[in-house]
């Protein structure tokens, strides 16, 4: 089994994509990141849902979870209106580390290497310096591998 078997097309995004069009794309294709790619659609890195998460949760209850507590549902609900304005760009790092990517005739097993190392829950399968073939999901990779 072959990473060009066992990608699909995947959602990409740029640096320029609003931070609640990364939010909506995560939950409505139910991924758990999302492919950031430059405007040759090369993959640049992978963005974790979790880093979405810390721009849409205040500081202060990242810090102390407990504090989260004292916020009534109606008012949680209008922190995602504060990322207006906000794009991926605001999410990176000045340097992102080399992007999980594996290159088509990877094997499954090269695949789940590459995740475990670069700790994402997603691949891009690319050439080197090619657009983007798709992407493979952690959950993906296992349901193939037990399937097996």
């Given at each position: 089994m072959r990473a060009r078997d066992l990608a699909v097309p995947v959602p990409t995004i740029t640096v320029a994509t609003s931070v609640l069009e990364a939010a909506r794309l995560l939950a409505g294709h139910n991924l758990p990141g999302l492919i950031v790619v430059d405007e040759h659609g090369c993959?640049?890195?992978?963005?974790?849902?979790?880093q979405v998460l810390r721009?849409?949760?205040?500081?202060?209850?990242?810090?102390?979870?407990?504090l989260a507590r004292m916020i009534d549902e109606p008012s949680a609900d209008v922190f995602l209106r504060g990322t207006e304005g906000?794009?991926?760009?605001?999410?990176l790092p000045k340097e992102h580390p080399e992007p999980p990517v594996v290159e088509p005739q990877?094997?499954?097993l090269e695949v789940a290497a590459v995740m475990?190392?670069?700790r994402s829950p997603l691949?891009?399968?690319?050439?080197?310096?090619?657009?983007?073939?798709?992407?493979?999901?952690?959950?993906a990779l296992l349901d193939r591998m037990l399937t097996a």
């Open positions: 993959p640049v890195t992978v963005l974790p849902g979790t721009l849409v949760i205040p500081a202060y209850c990242r810090e102390d979870p407990t906000r794009t991926v760009a605001d999410l990877a094997t499954a475990a190392q670069k691949v891009a399968v690319a050439e080197r310096g090619r657009p983007m073939v798709g992407g493979i999901t952690l959950d």
